[in-house]
């Protein structure tokens, strides 16, 4: 596609959504929901200069879910013909009836008043107007560049990768919303050290606004020097010592927290946190956000999959849990209110983050007499039922306030609901890489078995 906006939502997608509702109702549904996204994908992934992934395809889907009797049924289909998709209806309307029901079925009520999808900043007409030579040059540069280093002994290749969307979603309640999204990562993973001390990271940037994206300079800096500082790790002894999360760790954690206090983990009674709505989880540093209506934010969207209006969230204020995340269906269920998180049939955070400190991280590093730099981690290990955490990680090991090694060949090991009430230092450091992300922080304790 050459430069230029792309063009807004076809009409006829819009309309064949309301048709297909219309069809559906007339068809025997008592409630019917569709989704209609058209999309836009480039993806390559470039290695030792040489292309070994390249995707470049727009594609169209449409969704529904069908309620009858409190019943429900869903179908999606890529084939958008109206008579494909008319058979669907009808199968679908058939098939809720053979369906279990369920007295929490059912879709959300008309909001009264919705968010302008303008406001949010979501799309950038520069993405579209990007040419496949422009996108596999950055990847080719970055990788260029980080392999310029003489430290760095191979590449895992670097990537970029962007999306344009545009979605419609028509409900039986009256509800009709679009908007159009664009999203662009370019990233790097390199390899350092000789056969029997080899190292590796990575470091990328992600986007709304190809103007934001980081340049391949600044990507390939970042993954070289995270990459170089895990040269020669040593081996420390199990000890209780404090730990520091880097900004990428705290997003694995806050990540854990989601699942945690998502409505469905609730239910579900698979999460410590059911039924702590008004109490303390965390000590007075922690104030955790979801925040959907964040311009330009990575995972802000004017209204979710149930066709709600996205809002802030306030999760945890100073440690106190103000609100379960929940999607209509988990808000019934809870009998709470929808915080406007569906995604599909599920749960989804918008963004989601630990509030930042005023402390910068060099200082909190400084503080510490002695303890562990979690820089990255490996396997699963994060059991929400009981809080639980035991993870592999790779770290820099600190001796009176100054990083003094790094270490590796260690596992953490603490509990959620500890580590929140452990807290001693928040930093200024919060960047939206990711949906789900926070600052630097420091934990009074955790266990960190080594040798």
Same mark, same amino acid.
Request: charged letters at 25%; aromatic letters at 6%; one cysteine or more.
């Given at each position: 596609?050459?430069?230029?906006?792309?063009?807004?939502?076809?009409?006829?997608?819009?309309?064949?959504?309301?048709? +297909?509702?219309?069809?559906?109702?007339?068809?025997?549904?008592?409630?019917?929901?569709?989704?209609?996204?058209?999309?836009?994908?480039?993806?390559?992934?470039?290695?030792?200069?040489?292309?070994?992934?390249?995707?470049?395809?727009?594609?169209?889907?449409?969704?529904?879910?069908?309620?009858?009797?409190?019943?429900?049924? @869903?179908?999606?289909?890529?084939?958008?013909?109206?008579?494909?998709?008319?058979?669907?209806?009808?199968?679908?309307?058939?098939?809720?009836?053979?369906?279990?029901?369920?007295?929490?079925?059912? !879709?959300?009520?008309?909001?009264?008043?919705?968010?302008?999808?303008?406001? !949010?900043?979501?799309?950038?007409?520069?993405?579209?107007? +990007?040419?496949?030579?422009?996108?596999?040059?950055?990847?080719?540069?970055?990788?260029?560049?980080?392999?310029?280093?003489?430290?760095?002994?191979?590449? @895992?290749?670097?990537?970029?990768?962007?999306?344009?969307?545009?979605?419609?979603?028509?409900?039986?309640?009256?509800?009709?919303?679009?908007?159009?999204?664009?999203?662009?990562?370019?990233?790097?993973?390199?390899?350092?050290?000789?056969?029997?001390? #080899?190292?590796?990271?990575?470091?990328?940037?992600? #986007?709304?606004?190809?103007?934001?994206?980081?340049?391949?300079?600044?990507?390939?800096?970042?993954?070289?020097?995270?990459?170089?500082?895990?040269?020669?790790?040593?081996?420390?002894?199990?000890?209780?010592?404090?730990?520091?999360?880097?900004?990428?760790?705290?997003?694995? +954690?806050?990540?854990?927290?989601?699942?945690?206090?998502?409505?469905?983990?609730?239910?579900?009674?698979?999460?410590?946190?059911?039924?702590?709505?008004?109490?303390?989880?965390?000590?007075?540093?922690?104030?955790?956000?979801?925040?959907?209506?964040?311009?330009?934010?990575? $995972?802000?969207?004017?209204?979710?999959?149930?066709?709600?209006?996205?809002?802030?969230?306030?999760?945890?204020?100073?440690?106190?849990?103000?609100? @379960?995340?929940?999607? *209509?269906?988990?808000?019934? #269920?809870?009998?709470?209110?929808?915080?406007?998180?569906?995604?599909?049939?599920?749960?989804?955070?918008?963004?989601?983050?630990?509030?930042?400190?005023?402390?910068?991280?060099?200082?909190?590093?400084?503080?510490?007499?002695?303890?562990?730099?979690?820089?990255?981690?490996? %396997?699963?290990?994060?059991?929400?039922?009981?809080?639980?955490?035991?993870?592999?990680? =790779?770290?820099?090991?600190?001796?009176? $306030?100054?990083?003094? @090694?790094?270490?590796?060949?260690?596992?953490?090991?603490?509990?959620?609901?500890?580590?929140?009430?452990?807290?001693?230092?928040? %930093?200024?450091? +919060?960047?939206? =890489?990711?949906?789900? *992300?926070?600052?630097?922080?420091?934990?009074?304790?955790?266990?960190?078995?080594?040798?």
């Amino acid at each position: 596609m050459k430069g230029g906006r792309r063009p807004a939502l076809p009409a006829d997608l819009r309309a064949l959504a309301e048709s +297909l509702v219309g069809d559906a109702r007339k068809l025997g549904a008592d409630e019917v929901e569709v989704s209609v996204v058209d999309g836009r994908e480039f993806d390559v992934d470039v290695r030792r200069g040489k292309i070994e992934h390249l995707v470049e395809a727009g594609s169209r889907v449409c969704g529904f879910k069908i309620i009858k009797d409190k019943r429900t049924a @869903y179908a999606s289909s890529s084939d958008l013909a109206p008579g494909t998709l008319r058979r669907l209806v009808r199968s679908a309307v058939k098939r809720a009836a053979l369906a279990s029901p369920d007295e929490f079925a059912g !879709l959300a009520p008309l909001a009264k008043k919705g968010v302008d999808a303008a406001e !949010l900043d979501l799309f950038d007409p520069a993405i579209a107007g +990007l040419d496949s030579k422009t996108k596999i040059g950055l990847a080719r540069e970055t990788e260029r560049i980080a392999l310029g280093d003489n430290r760095i002994t191979n590449s @895992y290749g670097a990537n970029f990768g962007t999306n344009e969307l545009h979605s419609v979603l028509a409900n039986s309640n009256g509800f009709v919303g679009e908007y159009a999204q664009t999203y662009c990562e370019l990233s790097v993973g390199l390899q350092a050290g000789d056969t029997d001390n #080899k190292v590796e990271d990575s470091w990328f940037s992600s #986007k709304r606004h190809f103007r934001d994206l980081a340049a391949p300079e600044e990507i390939a800096r970042k993954a070289v020097e995270r990459t170089v500082r895990q040269l020669r790790p040593r081996k420390i002894r199990t000890q209780n010592v404090p730990v520091i999360f880097e900004p990428t760790q705290t997003s694995w +954690l806050m990540g854990f927290l989601f699942g945690c206090i998502s409505g469905t983990a609730v239910y579900q009674k698979a999460t410590f946190l059911a039924g702590r709505l008004g109490q303390k989880i965390g000590n007075g540093l922690v104030t955790v956000v979801d925040d959907g209506l964040m311009p330009g934010g990575l $995972g802000t969207r004017p209204f979710d999959s149930d066709g709600l209006p996205s809002r802030r969230t306030k999760v945890v204020d100073q440690g106190i849990l103000k609100n @379960y995340l929940c999607n *209509t269906y988990a808000a019934r #269920k809870l009998k709470l209110r929808s915080t406007g998180n569906a995604d599909g049939s599920g749960v989804s955070p918008n963004n989601f983050y630990l509030e930042p400190g005023p402390v910068a991280p060099r200082e909190i590093i400084a503080g510490t007499k002695k303890g562990l730099i979690i820089i990255r981690t490996l %396997g699963h290990g994060l059991n929400s039922v009981s809080g639980d955490i035991s993870r592999g990680a =790779f770290g820099l090991w600190v001796e009176n $306030g100054e990083i003094a @090694y790094p270490v590796s060949e260690i596992t953490i090991s603490g509990n959620l609901g500890r580590i929140l009430n452990d807290i001693e230092a928040v %930093g200024n450091d +919060l960047d939206f =890489f990711s949906p789900v *992300t926070g600052p630097t922080i420091k934990v009074a304790e955790m266990t960190v078995a080594g040798s």
